[in-house]
């Protein structure tokens, strides 16, 4: 089975702090993705990764960005934190077909 | 714009019963696939069921079936005899943009009456 883990299930950080989500997955998939979960909103897509160093926006990437230096890490960073961030972020890979394999998420708070 | 429509944001049934969850969705695909993912309390995403639009045939896995009517652009999950386990969110799927990345509904919580 696919496994894909996020560092962390909660995080509380402070307005304007530098904040790092951390994911890895262990099937040597080339694409990875971020999801951002709101209640009402579904799962909208923040970036994502078709191989090392690249990367495209998805469709909220304001606020954000993020790093794959190796092929099995995708991470998000949040530059400076703000309330409006305060929400599950869901990390995803896939092989070249679908499905996307998901990890348990981070419920993120910024105070 | 590729877009996925839940139209229920809550559903209810009794356990050992049917339910059926209702999704809509638009692309300009001619080939795809169909997704249905479940989201229980422990917030992990599972794949309950796919389907591929070139199939005619309806997806079925144990409990969980599909109703594509690829004309209709239309993707209905019935779950039979339902189980306290079932109760969870569910999130219908659709391959948009570039890199398979997926659109996703906005949700249909179902509950599960004991």
């Known amino acids: 089975d696919v496994k894909v883990t996020q560092s962390s299930r909660y995080l509380v950080k402070r307005t304007g702090e530098k904040v790092f989500l951390e994911c890895v997955q262990d099937?040597?998939?080339?694409?990875m993705f971020w999801y951002r979960q709101d209640p009402g909103l579904g799962l909208r897509l923040i970036y994502f990764?078709?191989?090392?160093?690249?990367?495209e926006k998805g469709d909220i990437p304001e606020g954000y960005s993020v790093s794959r230096e190796k092929k099995e890490r995708f991470s998000l960073i949040l530059e400076s934190a703000s309330t409006n961030q305060t929400s599950m972020y869901l990390c995803?890979?896939?092989?070249?077909?679908?499905?996307?394999?998901f990890g348990n998420g981070t419920r993120l708070t910024v105070t | 714009a590729q877009t996925v429509t839940q139209s229920q944001p809550e559903m209810s049934v009794q356990e050992a019963e049917t339910v059926t969850l209702s999704c809509t969705y638009d692309?300009?695909?001619?080939?795809?696939?169909l997704f249905w993912y479940k989201q229980p309390p422990s917030r992990q995403m599972i794949l309950v069921i796919r389907?591929?639009?070139?199939?005619?045939q309806n997806a079925t896995e144990n409990r969980f079936s599909v109703n594509f009517q690829k004309a209709a652009k239309s993707f209905s999950l019935k779950i039979s005899d339902s189980q306290l386990g079932d109760a969870a969110m569910y999130f219908c799927?659709?391959?948009?943009?570039?890199?398979?990345?997926?659109?996703f509904g906005k949700g249909t919580k179902l509950s599960v009456k004991p």
């Open positions: 995803a890979s896939r092989a070249p077909f679908p499905p996307l394999h």
């Open positions: 099937m040597d998939h080339e694409n």
């Open positions: 990764s078709y191989d090392v160093k690249m990367k």
């Open positions: 692309t300009s695909e001619s080939d795809y696939y």
């Open positions: 389907q591929e639009a070139y199939k005619q």
């Open positions: 799927a659709n391959p948009g943009g570039s890199q398979g990345n997926l659109i």
